[in-house]
């Protein structure tokens, strides 16, 4: 079983409000991953880090923003929280083997925004 | 044009039909393959490794066309257990780990 745990599990804010969704490991993984998932749609990449102090940018664009202090913790925010920010938010992490492809997934964030 | 492109489906098979599943993907450095499964509202899990000389596990047979930029699932003697959406998924520069569109299976009784 994956040791990787994101909170909170749910969360219904209003706009305007500043928000950090939590994702920690404990599994000494290198790389970590954000993907924001709508139901039933594709998973987009939109934050990854492949050690402390690395962050980049996915794929689709996003105003939350991502910190790597340290190995096993991975906090997403948004500063100013919106209606089109409602969605799953996915962590995952995986170990710093080239080939190894198999992430970790936490049981994910889902935010809704009113 | 999006890095990781499926055919989104859906293929409803028969049970016990061989279905067979393609991904391309735009970035020629690209690194690794790998194909998942993700089922309603759960979080995508590894399903196998794609290799150039061909992956088999069971009833699953995965492939890695380098040179197109293509990769293939395939499914044998589908069971309704295999009902789910599967992910091609491409590791690049940096450690990026980019899912495809996904392409939804529905095996039929």
């Known amino acids: 079983e994956a040791d990787i745990y994101q909170t909170p599990r749910y969360l219904v804010i209003g706009t305007g409000k500043k928000i950090t969704l939590e994702c920690s490991q404990t599994?000494?993984?290198?790389?970590m991953y954000w993907y924001q998932q709508d139901p039933g749609m594709e998973l987009h990449l939109i934050h990854y880090?492949?050690?402390?102090?690395?962050?980049e940018k996915g794929d689709l664009s996003s105003e939350s923003t991502v910190s790597r202090i340290r190995t096993e913790h991975f906090p997403l925010t948004l500063e100013s929280a919106r209606p089109s920010h409602t969605s799953q938010y996915l962590c995952?992490?995986?170990?710093?083997?080239?080939?190894?492809?198999?992430?970790?997934f936490g049981e994910g964030s889902r935010l809704t925004v009113l | 044009r999006k890095e990781v492109e499926q055919d989104p489906g859906p293929f409803n098979v028969p049970e016990g039909a061989t279905v067979a599943f393609n991904c391309t993907y735009s970035n020629s450095a690209s690194q690794s393959f790998f194909w998942y499964r993700q089922d309603c509202r759960k979080e995508p899990k590894l399903l196998m490794s794609v290799y150039s000389s061909g992956n088999e596990d069971g009833r699953f047979t995965a492939q890695l066309n380098r040179a197109s930029q293509y990769i293939s699932l395939l499914i044998r003697d589908s069971k309704l257990s295999d009902s789910a959406t599967y992910l091609c998924?491409?590791?690049?520069?940096?450690?990026?780990?980019?899912f495809g569109t996904g392409t939804k299976l529905q095996v039929i009784p």
């Open positions: 998924v491409v590791i690049g520069g940096y450690q990026k780990v980019t």
């Open positions: 995952a992490s995986r170990p710093g083997h080239l080939n190894t492809g198999e992430l970790f």
């Open positions: 599994m000494g993984h290198d790389k």
């Open positions: 880090s492949y050690g402390v102090n690395s962050t």
